[in-house]
């Protein structure tokens, strides 16, 4: 598996990649209904093949049994690390159990996403974001996650954000000229970004020139789209206050950790050959067709400490091709289009929003 995870993450074509997820995931199944009872007990109710033959035969669970069952196939002394959703005081939180293992392929499988997007070369990085968020590196909500996976791709690291939420002019000036020659990466949430950063800067007639910069942002779209504002939206804003013309939308959760779904540059999400996805019927949970809006399942070979390699989420989405997206890159291609409706608010950034009273109830 190392191999798949070490090369081009966007390189095998259907045929391949099914032949590789069927026979990973069937192990992963078999592993954790061996070492996880919680699982185990779930999977006795759930009618289902001890080998599938095909993605959509694997079974799956919803990602809120995270919040309410405490779900891990390995002894407790090798768990390193608890990662936790984002989250109100009046919600449960996700919690996933880390070992080793599992850390180690998640950081492998993240690299081998992200540098083929921005290159192997660590840029100097902007994160849109407070330095508190990652003090404690055993116990990280998802942003603190997401600020620290990326943040393996940068140098120089400029954290923009005071714990008031507001932007360090001053080191930014300072940071731009120390940088004026260089590419630079950006990394943050996308609600933060739009709030704190290009809407403070819009506000004080702040225009900067980022060249031939790369910003990769993603959490919770839900406010952004109250104020009517898409993903094109928010390029062409960013564009034109700050001229950062790459920007790379990605989708993730908590709960697969590492098998991101980066945004390619005609706009679609892209799934890795470790990972894919499937869209289901929102009444049936039938497997839907190339175009047909359902709920989106994720899949993933990486998860070894806990039994979340195949779940449903509480997103709604499409799937737009496979192996034919004009960026060149193999595998499917997806639109995310909202949430389930009354699903809980759990976006990094939609979260941050509502905890301070920017987001109503």
């Not at 140098?155 to 001053?170: E, K, P």
């Not at 120390?178 to 702040?206: P, S, V």
């Not at 898409?230 to 390029?235: C, T």
Request: glycine share 6%; with cysteine; aromatic share 12%.
């Amino acid at each position: 598996m190392n191999t798949i995870i070490f090369q081009n993450p966007y390189e095998l074509d259907k045929t391949q990649k099914q032949q590789f997820l069927i026979n990973e995931l069937n192990h992963l199944t078999d592993f954790h209904r061996k070492h996880c009872p919680a699982y185990k007990n779930i999977l006795k109710n759930v009618p289902f093949p001890k080998k599938v033959n095909t993605l959509e035969e694997v079974p799956y669970l919803p990602v809120q049994l995270f919040k309410i069952l405490d779900l891990y196939s390995v002894p407790k002394e090798k768990i390193i690390k608890t990662l936790t959703s984002s989250g109100t005081t009046s919600q449960q939180v996700s919690k996933v159990f880390i070992d080793r293992e599992t850390s180690l392929l998640q950081s492998k499988a993240l690299v081998s996403i992200v540098t083929s997007f921005v290159g192997k070369k660590r840029l100097p990085m902007i994160i849109v974001d407070t330095k508190n968020v990652i003090k404690n590196r055993k116990a990280f909500s998802a942003r603190g996650a997401g600020i620290v996976g990326f943040s393996n791709f940068g140098r120089n690291h400029f954290y923009l954000l005071d714990d008031d939420m507001n932007v360090d002019w001053d080191g930014l000036y300072e940071f731009l000229e120390t940088h004026k020659d260089e590419k630079i990466l950006l990394f943050g949430f996308t609600f933060m970004i739009w709030k704190y950063f290009y809407k403070t800067a819009k506000q004080k007639g702040i225009k900067l020139n980022f060249k031939d910069s790369i910003l990769i942002h993603g959490g919770g779209w839900k406010k952004l789209k109250e104020e009517a504002v898409g993903n094109e939206e928010f390029k062409e804003a960013l564009y034109e206050q700050f001229r950062i013309s790459s920007v790379h939308n990605y989708y993730g959760m908590v709960e697969q950790v590492g098998s991101i779904f980066m945004e390619c540059e005609k706009g679609f999400l892209h799934a890795p050959d470790f990972a894919d996805v499937i869209v289901r019927d929102m009444e049936t949970l039938a497997p839907l067709r190339i175009g047909e809006k359902g709920i989106i399942q994720v899949l993933s070979v990486l998860p070894k400490s806990y039994p979340g390699h195949s779940l449903l989420t509480e997103d709604v989405g499409k799937i737009v091709g496979e192996d034919d997206c004009l960026c060149g890159r193999k595998g499917k291609y997806f639109m995310v289009e909202g949430r389930i409706p009354k699903a809980e608010l759990r976006g990094c950034s939609d979260t941050h929003a509502y905890a301070r009273n920017e987001v109503m109830t």
